[in-house]
């Protein structure tokens, strides 16, 4: 089991359908992320958020828009995918250090697996 | 951000010791260098973290030289459940992490 929570664990899509993915963290952390993850690829960033603001966009395609509604949760929300736009979807967290200059190990759920028809 | 290399796969058997060094010749001052675990349809794992000499935890050892230019994760007596891809990230800060291509270790029994 993970402390972060990722909701749903499998989705089927049209690229017609709009949907979304949520995750969901109790461990105070300020920092959340979405990571896309292909088969026998390593997770590339698509988006941070600090303290509930976007800071960080990878410059992900439109018809994926990020939204944190408070500092336990994250969702993405999908909408005219592609089929190349099936990928495990990966969401984590961590602690935001104040002076900048150390890391934060990231707490990662274990994905939504994205399958677009 | 510092790119990494790591070799692609590694092989090990069962109860040997594995190390899987990784390389990162343009590591910034004030980087650390983070240790990941990934089994198939998981997330990533922590595994350990230092910024420089040793460091060492329940599960692994991770050696960093003093030019900082590469560290080698230590696995003790791996198992069969240690067949995992590992990834080494370098970085500052906690906002953007990039991943390597990681190594695929493969525990034969």
């Known amino acids: 089991d993970t402390e972060v929570t990722q909701t749903p664990k499998h989705l089927v899509m049209g690229m017609t359908n709009k949907k979304s993915l949520k995750c969901e963290q109790h461990?105070?952390?300020?920092?959340m992320y979405w990571y896309k993850q292909k088969a026998k690829k390593p997770p590339e960033l698509m988006f941070v958020y600090s303290y509930e603001k976007l800071s960080i966009n990878e410059s992900v395609p439109s018809r994926f828009s990020p939204e944190c509604p408070n500092s336990s949760l994250l969702n993405l929300h999908l909408h005219a995918l592609q089929p190349e736009d099936s990928a495990l979807y990966l969401c984590a967290s961590s602690l935001m250090s104040g002076t900048g200059n150390s890391n934060q190990p990231q707490h990662f759920g274990d994905g939504t697996r994205l399958s677009i028809l | 951000l510092a790119k990494t290399t790591q070799p692609i796969s590694m092989d090990s058997y069962e109860g040997q010791e594995v190390n899987i060094t990784c390389s990162h010749n343009n590591i910034a001052t004030n980087d650390y260098i983070t240790w990941y675990q990934q089994f198939p349809s998981q997330g990533p794992r922590f595994i350990i973290q230092g910024y420089k000499t040793k460091v060492t935890n329940e599960v692994a050892s991770l050696f960093i030289p003093a030019d900082r230019k590469s560290s080698t994760l230590s696995l003790p007596r791996v198992s069969l459940s240690d067949t995992a891809v590992y990834y080494c990230l370098v970085g500052g800060g906690y906002q953007k992490v990039t991943f390597g291509t990681g190594t695929k270790l493969q525990v034969i029994p």
């Open positions: 461990m105070g952390h300020r920092a």
